[in-house]
């Protein structure tokens, strides 16, 4: 009967002990399932930032992409009507000389060069076609001036100080590139940034 008890006893302490192992194996698994529930949730949540980060920056890149895309064919097509623009008007420029107004644009361009100058004896240059209307309008100045023959241009003429120090170029050719300088500045400048140079 002992044994009987004994066995019983052995048996109580080893369903109690199964039971112990049993409720410390569930609880166990509760909390691994509780952890990894919240590791899943949190890997979720970190996979779904990271992911809209990675969106994000594709599409700031694609949208810069574009924008310079944009620039570059806005930059093209300024350059190209400017180029257009001043074959133009070189073209039209080539016969200067046959209409009315050149005489009073040379007039205007000799009486820069002299103002600009400001001095007592100038140099002028000019193309052989211009002689006769360039010693008619000198009397008009009040300097000295000499007359060189020595250039080659639709129209204008240049001048300079009798040393060569100074010099004032004021042909078509030389107008035209200024303005086309000033016009690039202006074109880039609208481009990237300053948009009131002008």
């Not at 039971?19 to 569930?26: F, K, M, N, Q």
């Not at 007039?107 to 004896?121: C, D, F, P, Q």
Request: overall charge negative; glycine content about 4%; some cysteine.
């Amino acid at each position: 009967m002992k044994y009987d008890h004994l066995i019983q006893a052995i048996e109580d302490g080893a369903e109690e002990k199964l039971r112990d192992i049993r409720d410390s194996r569930d609880r166990e698994i509760r909390d691994i399932r509780e952890r990894e529930e919240r590791e899943s949730g949190q890997l979720r949540k970190d996979l779904l930032a990271e992911t809209k980060r990675l969106i994000d920056l594709e599409n700031n890149k694609r949208m810069y992409s574009a924008r310079e895309q944009i620039k570059e064919k806005l930059a093209r097509a300024r350059q190209e009507a400017c180029l257009s623009v001043f074959q133009e008007a070189a073209e039209r420029l080539s016969s200067i000389r046959a209409s009315p107004s050149y005489e009073a644009f040379f007039e205007a361009v000799l009486s820069e060069i002299t103002e600009s100058l400001n001095s007592e004896k100038i140099r002028l240059h000019i193309d052989k076609k211009d002689e006769a209307l360039c010693r008619q309008l000198v009397k008009n100045t009040g300097k000295e001036v000499e007359v060189v023959i020595d250039l080659s241009t639709v129209g204008g003429l240049s001048g300079s100080t009798p040393d060569g120090k100074v010099v004032v170029r004021n042909t078509i050719e030389d107008r035209l590139v200024r303005a086309r300088e000033r016009m690039n500045v202006v074109v880039f400048s609208g481009l990237y940034g300053d948009r009131d140079v002008r």
